[in-house]
């Protein structure tokens, strides 16, 4: 479900015309996400 999550947003940031190449969609489990709140989306540039 995170997976489809963060391919939803790629598509988004696709659509608004980012370059798929500075585009890495990363989906973190549970268990490694100890300090991330669930279903937050993190972008850097």
């Given at each position: 479900?995170?997976?489809?999550?963060?391919?939803?947003?790629?598509?988004l940031?696709?659509?608004?015309?980012?370059?798929?190449?500075?585009?890495?969609?990363l989906?973190?489990?549970e268990?490694?996400?100890?300090?991330?709140?669930k279903?937050?989306?993190?972008?850097?540039?």
């Amino acid at each position: 479900m995170g997976k489809e999550r963060a391919n939803a947003v790629k598509g988004l940031f696709l659509e608004l015309g980012v370059d798929e190449k500075q585009l890495v969609v990363l989906s973190v489990g549970e268990r490694h996400n100890n300090f991330i709140p669930k279903r937050t989306v993190m972008q850097g540039y």
